[in-house]
């Protein structure tokens, strides 16, 4: 008698072999792991290490010799760190809402602009986005050379303002795309003028997104070195400058507790900007990047 093997005699191997294949595509790349894993390691390790060395109980850079506070409290009794500290804050609230009120505003006329002349003021609004900050500093300087404006604070905050617009017109940009234009014809419909029914309809939808905005701008500007340095006087030089200036005679602990600082007020900026939508009942996290 012979024996005639049938397709369901191998079909549990065949199905056990495509199992086993659907596993081996599933399974995470080890180089893929570990490529990355050092890679964060290198961004951030540093930064570990200056936040470790901040709680220093001595002077040492090298040694950690115990958790103290030491550094943090003569920081607090810096007078020329404490003056720099305040300017920075100046500047970071007067750019966040200068560049707020005027992103607010050209994000308004790019959308609703459909001439030739809004698409290219969309594409140079993009400008300052891809363009090298140190080159947007000098620029800054030479203009402000140029119209003979002494560099001050004052200097600071206008470039401040200027590079920070394009940022907010991205994120409200996609914003004002999505707001339905029946809705403000209603209004006036109702009686409202066109102020009227921007005012009490348009910018109230927009309020998230610019809030959103201005508490990333806030953590932007404040940390912001490169334009600054630039386009700021003698004194009061802003936190980030006055630190490049005290590091060039050598890192002080008192400098690793402030950047510890700076980098801790950020971090809560930046998660504050991603959970204001969800105040709205909007999507809140990395969908405020494109303005959703």
């Not at 029914?197 to 940390?223: Q, Y």
Request: hydrophobic share 55%; with cysteine.
């Amino acid at each position: 008698m012979t024996l005639v093997s049938t397709p369901t005699a191998t079909a549990p191997a065949r199905e056990s072999a495509r199992t086993a294949k659907r596993r081996r595509g599933r399974r995470r790349p080890r180089v893929l792991i570990a490529i990355t894993t050092l890679f964060f390691a290198l961004l951030y390790l540093p930064i570990a290490v200056v936040a470790l060395f901040s709680f220093n109980s001595q002077k040492s850079l090298t040694v950690f010799d115990g958790f103290s506070l030491r550094w943090y409290r003569a920081f607090a009794h810096d007078d020329v760190l404490i003056a720099s500290l305040g300017t920075s804050l100046r500047i970071s609230l007067v750019a966040m809402a200068g560049s707020v009120l005027l992103g607010v505003a050209l994000a308004l006329g790019l959308v609703r602009c459909r001439t030739r002349l809004g698409s290219l003021a969309g594409l140079i609004m993009l400008v300052p986005l891809i363009t090298p900050e140190i080159v947007t500093g000098v620029a800054s300087m030479l203009l402000f050379k140029g119209l003979g404006i002494p560099l001050s604070t004052f200097t600071v905050m206008l470039a401040e303002i200027t590079f920070s617009i394009s940022y907010v017109t991205v994120v409200l940009r996609s914003r004002v795309a999505a707001l339905n234009p029946e809705v403000e014809e209603a209004a006036m419909d109702l009686g409202a003028t066109r102020w009227q029914a921007v005012r009490l309809v348009t910018l109230p939808a927009l309020l998230p997104a610019a809030l959103a905005s201005a508490v990333l701008i806030f953590a932007l500007v404040f940390d912001d070195f490169v334009l600054a340095y630039f386009t700021t006087g003698v004194d009061p030089q802003p936190l980030s400058v006055r630190i490049y200036s005290a590091i060039r005679f050598g890192v002080q602990p008192t400098i690793n507790a402030v950047g510890t600082l700076m980098l801790a007020g950020s971090i809560a900026l930046i998660a504050l900007a991603l959970f204001i939508p969800r105040l709205f009942g909007r999507r809140g996290g990395l969908d405020l990047l494109s303005g959703e």
